[in-house]
């Protein structure tokens, strides 16, 4: 769970080379690191769901993603080379994640896998 609290620090930090500054600053969605993100963001959930306390940065992080991302996106003129589908998708992969953090269980019935965005 550390190197996935580090990956958040990093992109709640909006630091060089995250998904967030170059989503924000340059208009580019990169792939890979939107699956860095999402995946690091699923451990926290996991490690965390049966917390009674949540850390104040990560549930302004968490928060910040979920609202920033789909209006930082939505604008027409936005670059998306992939498909719509694929967009809607990690837009709502997000929401789910937010809602397991914030409410300690995912909207899935068990056993469920995630699957790769």
Known sequence: MDLALKTLEREYRS???SF???LRSDLVWDRGAF???E????TVCEHLQDAEE???WLAEGYYHVVTDVPSWTAHPNFPRPEP???YNACIERLADLADWFFRGDHAYMEPHTWSEL
């Open 35 to 37: 699956s860095k993100l």
């Open 39 to 42: 995946k690091a963001m699923r």
């Open 54 to 56: 949540l850390p104040r």
């Open 20 to 22: 967030l500054l170059g």
């Open 84 to 86: 719509e589908e694929y």
């Open 15 to 17: 630091e060089p080379g």
